[in-house]
């Protein structure tokens, strides 16, 4: 049978989810527990390739399996062999054709930045530090120019290896939340129907940019009819970035 994992993981101690020669990867702590859970060579295939140091709160991943186990069952095991930083949420049979990259879905990632003259140290694996904030209502307005469908090769790492740079961006939204301990927390909250290499943390470098002042909404505009790198903004770091959320038409 094929089961469909959603699996959340604190990224800071992997070089990525893919397997890597000599390095420690999400999918490899998950197929070495297949492996050992189910006495099978299993080999997980996942939805999304998530950089070093990225988190996820729900990536998903399918295996196939001759276990008698129901499907359901099998998330608590697997559990039990994996580490503490990398957790299965749940675990369900799925059709034999289910593939996690190939069926229509909607993905939605954060990235998160700590805005403070001081750093706080529990958050300091998962948001970007500034110590100064930018203008929201200015980060605001320069993501409306990123919703739609467009094609987006001024927003990814020329490493990228997609047939078509062209994705649709349903929605961005840019958080604000006070915190206690003084400073701001700002949540630039991205879903679309997928994304190109760094294409999230390029445009929260952007939308970084525009909120200093460094970035316009006409550049923003320029990198997408132009398709050119250096009008969009910088990659924003790795650890600020948690992909949230994997939703497939059949859900």
Known sequence: MRVMLRVAYDGTNYCGWQIQPNAVTVEGELDKALSDLFKEDIH??????TDSGVHALGNVAVFDTATRIPAEKICMALNARLP??????????????????????????EYKILC???????YRFHTHFLRT?????????????LV?????????????QA????????????????LPEEGTLITIRVTGNGFLYNMVRIIAGTLIEAGFNKRTSDTIK????TGERTLAGPTAPAKGLTLVE??????
Not at 148 to 153: I, T
Not at 163 to 178: A, G, N
């Open 133 to 145: 904030c930018p203008d929201v209502d200015k980060m605001r307005h320069a993501a409306e120019c």
């Open 222 to 225: 320029q990198a997408i009819e």
């Open 163 to 178: 047939e078509s740079t062209v994705r649709t961006i349903y929605s961005i939204d840019v958080l604000e939340e006070r």
């Open 246 to 251: 994997i939703r497939y038409a059949k859900d």
């Open 84 to 109: 503490e930083d990398i957790v299965v949420q749940s675990s369900v049979q799925v059709e034999e054709d289910f593939h996690p990259r190939k069926c229509v879905s909607e993905k939605t990632y």
């Open 116 to 122: 403070r003259r001081i750093p706080l140290p529990s």
């Open 44 to 49: 997980v295939i996942g939805a999304s390739r």
């Open 148 to 160: 739609g469908e467009y094609d987006f090769k001024g927003f990814c790492s020329i490493k990228t």
